[in-house]
């Protein structure tokens, strides 16, 4: 059965989409933790991150770098967060969280509530910054 990852990357169900190219995909987190928290993830389904071959486990990486600068250039912030729990979803994913202080990328704090204009907002700003 498709991840909910896989529904979102094949059109099913619908997602802020920030970039995408032949092999990944990023969109806006629905619960976010701060304005700009993205997910990133391989199009090809796999649950468990280090099961992924070696070449797309580093193209990942270089795609969720390229998405990192534009959501830092996009949101101000002082880094940006790269987190991997990978236990929410079954499909293999990066948090990219814009953060001040550490506490700003702990998953216990109380997740933001946006409307759709805000999240479209966000999502263009972000997408508008992406060199692919």
């Known amino acids: 059965m498709p991840s909910l990852f896989?529904?979102?990357?094949?059109?099913?169900?619908?997602?802020?989409?920030?970039?995408?190219?032949?092999?990944?995909?990023?969109f806006l987190d629905i619960s976010p933790l701060k304005k700009g928290h993205t997910l990133v993830?391989?199009?090809?389904?796999?649950?468990?991150?280090?099961?992924?071959?070696?070449?797309d486990?580093?193209?990942l990486f270089e795609f969720s770098?390229?998405?990192?600068?534009?959501?830092?250039?996009?949101?101000?912030?002082?880094?940006?967060s790269l987190q991997v729990i990978g236990l929410e979803v079954p499909h293999a994913h990066i948090h990219l969280i814009p953060i001040n202080t550490m506490n700003d990328c702990n998953?216990?704090?109380?997740?933001?509530?946006?409307?759709?204009?805000?999240?479209?907002?966000i999502a263009n700003n972000i997408s508008s910054r992406i060199k692919l």
């Open 6 to 26: 896989s529904k979102i990357v094949k059109g099913e169900i619908p997602c802020y989409k920030i970039a995408e190219d032949e092999n990944y995909f990023a």
């Open 41 to 55: 993830i391989p199009k090809k389904e796999t649950d468990y991150l280090f099961d992924i071959h070696p070449n």
């Open 57 to 59: 486990y580093n193209g």
């Open 65 to 80: 770098r390229k998405v990192a600068i534009a959501i830092k250039e996009a949101i101000p912030c002082n880094r940006i």
């Open 107 to 121: 998953f216990k704090n109380e997740k933001l509530v946006l409307s759709k204009e805000e999240f479209q907002e």
